[in-house]
C-alpha cells in the first residue's frame, strides 16, 4: 500500500508517494513526462526490502505547475526532498531526467546518498544536440498535442499512435503505435494529460541543460553507481561517448549495457533491469 503525500517548495509542491516500511529509503525518480506510477513494474520486487519514496518531478503528475523546467530546477527540487524526507542514507534510482537529477542529489548531499541507479540518462543528448536527434520532433508533437485542446486519454491515445517518429538508426520514419503496445500508449496518454505543456518547450529549443554540467557532478560523486546504457539503434538515449566518459569520471561506476531494448529499460526490459538493479542493491 502506498500513501500519497504533498512536499511544499517554495511556491509549489511536490506530489510523491511513499510505500511500507520494509527497510532502508530508496527514492525514484521518473523520466521526462512521465509520473511516479511509471516505476509500477519495478514496485513489487523493490519494496520488500526497501522504503520506496517515488517522486512526482514539478509540472509532472500530481505535482504543482511551476515557472521553470531545466534539468536545475528539478535537480534542487530533489536536493530539498532528500534533505527534509529522507532520515537515513538513500538509494536514489533515475531514469532519464531522474538519472540526471539522481547524479545531482548524490553530488550534492554526500552523506545522505547511500549509491545512485542511473537508467539510461540522456547526458547530453537532449541538450544543444537535440535538432540531429529525432527527440527534438517527439517532444514538439507531445506538445502541440496537450497544447491544443483540453486532454483526454482515449483521445490523446489514439493521437499518440499515429505520431510519426524518425528512425535513430536513419531509417523510415515510423509511427509511434507500431514502437509501443496499446496499453503503454494509454499510460503515456494519462502522464501527457498531467503534464504542463511549459515542460516541453525548454527541451525542444535545446535549453535544457542550462546551467547543468553533468560532468562536474559526476567527478563529486563518490558513492557506488550502477550506470545503465539501453542500445541507441532501439531508442536509448545514452550515447557510447557519453557513457565512456561518464565511466571515466564517475569513481565507483558498475557500467552496464542492455542490448535487447532502448530508453525504457524498466518497462521494455524489466527482467533484466530488475535483475542488474538487485544485484547491484544486494553488494551494497
Not at 85 to 107: D, Q, R
Not at 246 to 272: D, F, K, M, N
Given at each position: 500500500?502506498?500513501?500519497?503525500?504533498?512536499f511544499r517548495?517554495?511556491?509549489?509542491?511536490?506530489a510523491?508517494?511513499?510505500?511500507?516500511d520494509?527497510g532502508?529509503?530508496?527514492?525514484l525518480?521518473?523520466?521526462?513526462?512521465?509520473?511516479?506510477q511509471?516505476?509500477?513494474?519495478?514496485?513489487p520486487?523493490?519494496?520488500?526490502?526497501?522504503?520506496?519514496?517515488?517522486?512526482?518531478?514539478?509540472?509532472?503528475?500530481?505535482?504543482?505547475?511551476?515557472?521553470?523546467y531545466?534539468?536545475v530546477?528539478?535537480?534542487?527540487?530533489?536536493?530539498?526532498?532528500?534533505?527534509?524526507?529522507?532520515?537515513?542514507?538513500?538509494?536514489?534510482?533515475?531514469h532519464?531526467?531522474?538519472?540526471?537529477?539522481?547524479?545531482?542529489?548524490?553530488?550534492?548531499?554526500?552523506?545522505?546518498?547511500r549509491?545512485?541507479?542511473?537508467?539510461?540518462?540522456?547526458l547530453?543528448t537532449?541538450g544543444?544536440?537535440?535538432?540531429?536527434?529525432?527527440?527534438?520532433?517527439?517532444?514538439?508533437?507531445?506538445?502541440?498535442?496537450i497544447?491544443?485542446?483540453?486532454?483526454?486519454?482515449d483521445?490523446?491515445?489514439?493521437?499518440?499512435?499515429?505520431?510519426?517518429?524518425?528512425?535513430?538508426a536513419g531509417?523510415?520514419?515510423?509511427?509511434?503505435?507500431?514502437l509501443?503496445?496499446?496499453?503503454s500508449?494509454?499510460?503515456?496518454?494519462?502522464?501527457?494529460?498531467?503534464?504542463?505543456?511549459?515542460v516541453?518547450?525548454?527541451?525542444?529549443?535545446?535549453?535544457?541543460l542550462?546551467?547543468?554540467?553533468w560532468q562536474?557532478?559526476?567527478?563529486r560523486?563518490?558513492?557506488?553507481?550502477?550506470?545503465?546504457q539501453?542500445?541507441a539503434a532501439?531508442?536509448?538515449?545514452l550515447?557510447?561517448?557519453?557513457?565512456?566518459?561518464?565511466?571515466?569520471?564517475?569513481s565507483?561506476?558498475?557500467?552496464?549495457?542492455?542490448?535487447?531494448?532502448g530508453?525504457?529499460?524498466?518497462w521494455q526490459?524489466t527482467?533484466?533491469t530488475?535483475?542488474?538493479?538487485?544485484?547491484?542493491?544486494?553488494?551494497?
Amino acid at each position: 500500500m502506498f500513501t500519497e503525500r504533498f512536499f511544499r517548495r517554495g511556491d509549489h509542491q511536490l506530489a510523491y508517494a511513499v510505500g511500507p516500511d520494509h527497510g532502508p529509503p530508496l527514492v525514484l525518480l521518473h523520466g521526462v513526462a512521465r509520473r511516479w506510477q511509471d516505476f509500477v513494474p519495478l514496485v513489487p520486487a523493490l519494496a520488500t526490502r526497501w522504503k520506496l519514496l517515488a517522486v512526482d518531478h514539478r509540472g509532472h503528475g500530481r505535482s504543482t505547475r511551476a515557472e521553470r523546467y531545466r534539468v536545475v530546477d528539478y535537480a534542487v527540487d530533489a536536493v530539498d526532498f532528500v534533505r527534509e524526507n529522507v532520515s537515513e542514507p538513500a538509494v536514489i534510482f533515475g531514469h532519464s531526467l531522474g538519472a540526471m537529477v539522481a547524479l545531482a542529489v548524490a553530488a550534492e548531499l554526500p552523506l545522505a546518498v547511500r549509491a545512485i541507479v542511473l537508467e539510461d540518462p540522456p547526458l547530453d543528448t537532449l541538450g544543444d544536440q537535440i535538432a540531429h536527434t529525432p527527440y527534438q520532433a517527439m517532444f514538439t508533437a507531445y506538445y502541440d498535442l496537450i497544447k491544443a485542446s483540453t486532454p483526454d486519454v482515449d483521445i490523446l491515445a489514439a493521437a499518440l499512435a499515429d505520431v510519426l517518429l524518425a528512425s535513430v538508426a536513419g531509417g523510415p520514419k515510423m509511427k509511434l503505435g507500431r514502437l509501443r503496445d496499446p496499453a503503454s500508449l494509454r499510460f503515456m496518454a494519462r502522464c501527457l494529460v498531467d503534464l504542463d505543456p511549459a515542460v516541453l518547450p525548454p527541451l525542444v529549443a535545446g535549453q535544457w541543460l542550462d546551467g547543468f554540467s553533468w560532468q562536474r557532478l559526476a567527478e563529486r560523486v563518490k558513492c557506488p553507481v550502477l550506470l545503465l546504457q539501453g542500445n541507441a539503434a532501439l531508442g536509448g538515449m545514452l550515447s557510447d561517448t557519453d557513457a565512456t566518459m561518464a565511466s571515466a569520471l564517475l569513481s565507483r561506476v558498475t557500467h552496464v549495457r542492455v542490448a535487447e531494448t532502448g530508453h525504457l529499460l524498466h518497462w521494455q526490459a524489466t527482467e533484466a533491469t530488475l535483475r542488474l538493479t538487485l544485484a547491484f542493491l544486494e553488494s551494497l
